[in-house]
């Protein structure tokens, strides 16, 4: 029997979540189709080698290879990084990169948020057919339409847009490569953000949800369940969004931060004991601070 074609995941991490990221990796080949193999690329922020070989010796490799790219090298010539005034990590954007560094014969790629843990067979994300739609995601259910007066796009109206239009979470994107390099879609949205920054609250779902309005598959919203919800025993996906269990002020659903240490677990990382506020906030200043050198 031939064996299957190699499922393409992306995602992008720096020293600091690589352990989010090792459990998701574990939970990924738990629950996917048996001898159904997957590339795993990471965007490397900064990783230190002896954590990328930690991460190397978690992983199944019957099952998951992984393939390491810079974060520096990923971003095509001529292509800037907006500079938001968030606290998020320059790295959320390595996400609008990925149709130009993959393998062009790969047409479907699956981004992930490494602060998740997935309970479900992710092949079945791969199956959704995207017509003729640029990505497939999951209704954000925070914020769910433009005029949403928490998180949307507040200045829908300056740009033609319903304040009824639906908003998409960006933690997890199945997306159509060729379509998006067509459409230039990244060049779009580094350029709404630019000027659109006073707006841009979640920055980088600002831009994909502006340039992609009504233009996206909608999924199952078990897909991207955030963790502050308990409406749902068993969704196929936990998206730990607020505060991570890696912290010990994590005070959600604690189902599923035992979810999530069952997987960390089966890693180098066994045993790891949560950790306090302080490491959150010198995290946060870093990011805050990366921007700010490349202001000048």
């Given at each position: 029997?031939?064996?299957?074609?190699?499922?393409?995941?992306v995602?992008?991490?720096?020293?600091?979540?690589l352990?989010?990221?090792?459990?998701l990796i574990?939970s990924?080949?738990?629950?996917?189709?048996s001898?159904?193999?997957i590339?795993?690329?990471v965007?490397?922020?900064?990783?230190?080698?002896?954590?990328?070989?930690k991460?190397?010796r978690?992983?199944?490799?019957?099952?998951?290879?992984?393939?390491?790219?810079?974060?520096?090298?990923v971003?095509?010539?001529g292509?800037q990084?907006?500079?938001d005034r968030?606290?998020y990590?320059?790295?959320i954007?390595?996400?609008?990169?990925?149709p130009y560094?993959?393998?062009?014969e790969i047409?479907?790629?699956?981004?992930l948020?490494?602060?998740?843990?997935?309970?479900?067979?992710?092949?079945?994300?791969?199956e959704?057919?995207?017509?003729?739609?640029?990505v497939?995601?999951?209704?954000?259910?925070?914020?769910i339409?433009?005029?949403?007066?928490w998180?949307?796009?507040?200045?829908?109206?300056?740009?033609?847009?319903?304040g009824?239009?639906?908003?998409?979470?960006?933690?997890l994107?199945?997306?159509?490569?060729?379509?998006?390099r067509?459409?230039d879609v990244?060049?779009?949205?580094?350029t709404c953000?630019?000027?659109?920054k006073?707006?841009?609250?979640?920055?980088d779902?600002?831009g994909?949800?502006?340039?992609?309005?009504?233009?996206?598959?909608?999924?199952n919203?078990?897909?991207?369940?955030f963790?502050?919800?308990?409406t749902?025993?068993?969704?196929?996906?936990?998206?730990?969004?607020?505060?991570?269990p890696?912290y010990?002020?994590y005070?959600?659903?604690?189902d599923?931060?035992?979810?999530f240490?069952?997987?960390?677990?089966?890693?180098?990382?066994k045993?790891?004991?949560?950790?306090g506020e302080?490491?959150?906030?010198?995290?946060?200043?870093?990011?805050?601070?990366s921007?700010?050198?490349?202001?000048?």
């Open positions: 029997m031939a064996t299957p074609k190699p499922l393409t995941v995602v992008a991490c720096d020293n600091h979540y352990i989010l990221l090792a459990a574990k990924i080949e738990a629950n996917i189709s001898g159904q193999p590339n795993v690329y965007i490397e922020d900064k990783l230190t080698a002896a954590n990328k070989q991460l190397q978690s992983v199944n490799k019957n099952i998951t290879t992984l393939h390491w790219q810079k974060m520096e090298e971003i095509p010539a292509m990084l907006p500079l968030s606290s990590p320059l790295n954007y390595m996400r609008l990169f990925i560094f993959i393998p062009k047409e479907k790629v699956l981004y948020d490494v602060d998740m843990i997935v309970q479900a067979d992710i092949t079945t994300i791969f959704n057919d995207l017509g003729d739609n640029v497939a995601a999951v209704l954000d259910p925070r914020i339409t433009f005029d949403n007066s998180g949307g796009v507040l200045n829908y109206g300056e740009l033609g847009l319903s009824k239009t639906r908003y998409f979470n960006t933690g994107l199945l997306m159509q490569t060729k379509n998006w067509e459409q990244t060049t779009k949205i580094i953000i630019d000027n659109n006073k707006f841009a609250n979640y920055p779902q600002y994909l949800n502006v340039v992609l309005a009504n233009k996206w598959l909608e999924l919203p078990l897909w991207n369940h963790s502050t919800i308990d749902v025993e068993k969704p196929f996906l936990i998206h730990f969004v607020e505060r991570k890696i010990q002020s005070n959600y659903n604690p599923f931060k035992k979810t240490y069952f997987y960390l677990d089966q890693t180098e990382w045993n790891f004991k949560p950790i302080s490491s959150r906030y010198i995290k946060k200043f870093k990011n805050i601070w921007k700010v050198k490349k202001m000048f």
